[in-house]
């Protein structure tokens, strides 16, 4: 009885926040070229939607297909909402045309999807601001899916859904790393676009920091810094080819750790702080574990190869197999190659090992074989 009156009161609020879009909906057309392009965040049009939300006149968006289904109709009653709804869906179209791709999958996953296609102004403006421990984005200027992650509410609540929002972060941030490289590069920063490479856990952002100061300075003087696992060589290559078309610089620091040492003192240790902190903490499936620490290392090797004399892409490997105080730059040569059938039964042995020492819902959000 409890549930349903909680789900009616949710439906409720959805639709008293759809029914005033009937007049706040004007001015929420009105200032789509603004708002599309930047020049101002939705909620800084006067009168508009989020204007009126952000003031605590209009209730908070609630999450959920069925409250955001309840809101889209109950606003497009009139011409108007039809319009804002076509207009936006237009947007997303020519903005985000993989966002089709990406639906039809889990409820959360859809939620996620819908928040990215009708908010992507107001969800750039979020992201430039985010300023967590796990989640630092420097204004913007760092990339990284996991970051973008916390723009989902369904996350926020329970972080071990990781792997159910990370198409719709993982598009946003293309997105965003798409439009970057289309604008000039900011005052006071490097023409280049930094790289980390390496699997989950591995301790890359503090690992390139201790490695040398060259490193270090690259991180904080380029215009993008893109942190991902570059576990696919096209994928990685693809990233590195809209850089350079865009007249940018490239480097990419890949970090080596051991990957069971990465799970257990990396990915589930980091999983386990964020619960504390957050009620919640991230985990990786285990055997998306496993496919960054060998995809990023094969992948690695041939972007090496590729890109061997072209001084616009420099490539460098660190070692942090030592613990970070000892983190060093290694050759890339002497990255280690890992037998997967040998390591996929290893990091399933530490996960058990392991149980003890985690809650259960991080235990089941990385168990996945």
């Known amino acids: ?10 439906l409720g609020t959805s639709v008293a926040r759809g029914v005033p879009q009937l007049a706040t909906g004007l001015i929420d057309v009105a200032g789509l070229p603004l708002t599309m392009t930047g020049i101002r965040q939705p909620e800084q049009i006067f009168g508009s ?14 999450t959920g297909l069925l409250n955001q289904g309840a809101e889209l109709a109950s606003s497009m009653i009139s011409p108007t909402g039809l319009a804002k709804a076509g207009l936006l869906g237009a947007y997303a179209a020519t903005k985000a045309p993989k966002y089709s791709s990406l639906l039809g999958k889990s409820d959360v996953e859809q939620s996620a999807t819908n928040r990215l296609i009708t908010q992507y102004p107001e969800l750039k403006q979020q992201y430039s601001t985010l300023d967590l421990p796990h989640a630092e984005t420097k204004g913007g200027r760092i990339l990284n ?60 952002t503090s690992a390139i920091k201790r490695a040398s100061q060259e490193a270090s300075d690259a991180l904080n003087k380029a215009e993008i810094v893109y942190d ?19 007249g940018r610089e490239v480097q990419i620091y890949y970090t080596y ?29 285990l055997s998306e574990h496993l496919k960054t620490h060998v995809g990023s290392q094969k ?18 490997a660190i070692d942090n197999s030592k613990g970070i105080e000892d983190a060093k730059e290694m050759s890339i040569k002497d990255i280690p190659t890992f037998n997967e059938t040998e390591l996929r039964k290893k990091l399933n042995e530490a996960l058990e090992k392991s149980k003890s020492n985690i809650s259960e819902a991080i235990y089941r959000g990385t168990k996945d074989y």
């Open 49 to 62: 939607t989020a204007y009126l939300t952000s003031r605590g006149l209009l209730p908070q968006p609630q």
């Open 228 to 246: 991902t696992n570059m576990n696919t060589f096209k994928s990685a290559d693809d990233k590195i080819q809209q850089a350079l078309k865009a």
């Open 1 to 10: 009885m409890a549930n349903t009156l909680d789900v009616l009161k949710s």
């Open 145 to 204: 899916t996991d970051a973008a992650r916390e723009l989902f509410p369904e996350y926020q609540a329970n972080r071990t859904l990781s792997a159910q929002v990370h198409e719709p972060a993982s598009t946003f941030v293309k997105n965003l790393y798409a439009e970057k490289l289309s604008q000039p590069t900011p005052q006071g920063l490097d023409n280049t676009v930094v790289f980390t490479a390496g699997g989950t856990g591995a301790g890359k």
């Open 299 to 316: 992948t690695i090797k041939e972007l090496a190869k590729k890109y061997e004399g072209n001084d616009n892409v420099i490539i460098r």
């Open 257 to 285: 750790r051991d990957p069971v040492e990465s799970l257990t003192e990396g990915a589930l240790s980091r999983a386990s702080k964020m619960e504390k902190n957050f009620g919640s903490g991230r985990t990786v499936p």
